[in-house]
T-cell receptor, first 112, second 114 residues
Framework: GDSVTQMEGPVTLSEEAFLTINCTYTATGYPSLFWYVQYPGEGLQLLLKATKADDKGSNKGFEATYRKETTSFHLEKGSVQVSDSAVYFCALSVSGTYKYIFGTGTRLKVLA | ETGVTQTPRHLVMGMTNKKSLKCEQHLGHNAMYWYKQSAKKPLELMFVYNFKEQTENNSVPSRFSPECPNSSHLFLHLHTLQPEDSALYLC?????????????FGAGTRLSVL
């Protein structure tokens, strides 16, 4: 069945460091891919999305490219801030349905 | 403000209690979802309502009973819960006709079962 695999956290970085959070997926058909972020005490917020191969989603300095050949959607940011500390979830939308499959989440902690 | 409001934000209940979680969306969407978020586990989809009709029930125990009186409101009725049901319960909504299928989440209800 469809699945999403994220790198395990926690990830701890110093402010202004480069961030990569790996995400790979298995899916039939042509899923849409998403990154959601969950700040402490809050629900999930859509961070960025990509709906087809080679699309690049971007928002707030974060980027991810839909790579069909490697079935990946890695999240990157060039310079993290303390305010980026949160849990990041990779998800796919099952092709032809409104169902999401989520990864387990990766906790990011950024130190000043 | 995401357009999806959940109440209460926190709930503590005993195993013999009956309580309800409420979700309201102000986005004009026609699909609503209940998820369970437990520590170190992926989000678990519990129920899906599409145009007020339940279209998915992921083998959820009957002590969880959803209700969707209209496309803007979703409830989760709880009775005789177990301690392992303690979790963050998230509601989401989306527009079914939107091929991108973006789901918008509420802030969740943190449930503790004693």
């Amino acid at each position: 069945g469809d699945s999403v695999t994220q790198m395990e956290g926690p990830v701890t970085l110093s402010e202004e460091a480069f961030l990569t959070i790996n995400c790979t997926y298995t899916a039939t058909g042509y899923p849409s891919l998403f990154w959601y972020v969950q700040y402490p005490g809050e629900g999930l917020q859509l961070l960025l999305k990509a709906t087809k191969a080679d699309d690049k989603g971007s928002n707030k300095g974060f980027e991810a490219t839909y790579r069909k050949e490697t079935t990946s959607f890695h999240l990157e940011k060039g310079s993290v801030q303390v305010s980026d500390s949160a849990v990041y979830f990779c998800a796919l939308s099952v092709s032809g349905t409104y169902k999401y499959i989520f990864g387990t989440g990766t906790r990011l902690k950024v130190l000043a | 403000e995401t357009g999806v409001t959940q109440t209460p934000r926190h709930l503590v209940m005993g195993m013999t209690n009956k309580k309800s979680l409420k979700c309201e969306q102000h986005l004009g969407h026609n699909a609503m979802y209940w998820y369970k978020q437990s520590a170190k586990k992926p989000l678990e989809l519990m129920f899906v309502y599409n145009f007020k009709e339940q279209t998915e029930n992921n083998s959820v125990p009957s002590r969880f009973s959803p209700e969707c009186p209209n496309s803007s409101h979703l409830f989760l009725h709880l009775h005789t819960l177990q301690p392992e049901d303690s979790a963050l319960y998230l509601c989401a909504s989306s527009q079914v006709q939107d091929l991108r299928n973006i789901q918008y989440f509420g802030a969740g209800t943190r449930l503790s079962v004693l």
